[in-house]
Nanobody
Framework: QVQLVESGGGLVQAGGSLRLSCVASGGVFSRRAMGWFRQAPGKEREFVASISWAGDSSDYVDAVRGRFTIARDNAKSTFSLQMNSLKSEDTAVYYC???????????????????WGQGTQVTVSS
């Protein structure tokens, strides 16, 4: 059974840190690029960060570059999003997703990802 499970969300004060994790099972991790997206109330789901299968290519939306770091551990079928210097505008439900290929050209396009986790809430209080 294909499954992506996120964890690590919560409530944090502005300037704080959280680390999100995503565990994959059911064969959806091997040789697949992975991404993190987020959706704030009343807004579209937006790209946050992505990483290639080999971990040699990563991308970030400008709003989080320098504050967030995406990483993966292929041996454990997990990948993570370290979020530092959090701001109130980072408040959203965060989703992990897997793509059908090791590298993506249109890595910021959510329609390129075929499996999604259930989401984890991140709330940053100002």
């Amino acid at each position: 059974q294909v499954q992506l499970v996120e964890s690590g969300g919560g409530l944090v004060q502005a300037g704080g840190s959280l680390r999100l994790s995503c565990v994959a099972s059911g064969g959806v991790f091997s040789r697949r690029a992975m991404g993190w997206f987020r959706q704030a109330p009343g807004k579209e789901r937006e790209f946050v960060a992505s990483i290639s299968w080999a971990g040699d290519s990563s991308d970030y939306v400008d709003a989080v570059r320098g504050r967030f770091t995406i990483a993966r551990d292929n041996a454990k079928s997990t990948f993570s999003l370290q979020m530092n210097s959090l701001k109130s505008e980072d408040t959203a439900v965060y989703y992990c997703a897997t793509a059908p290929s090791a590298y993506l050209i249109r890595n910021r396009d959510k329609d390129q990802y075929n499996y999604w986790g259930q989401g984890t809430q991140v709330t940053v209080s100002s």
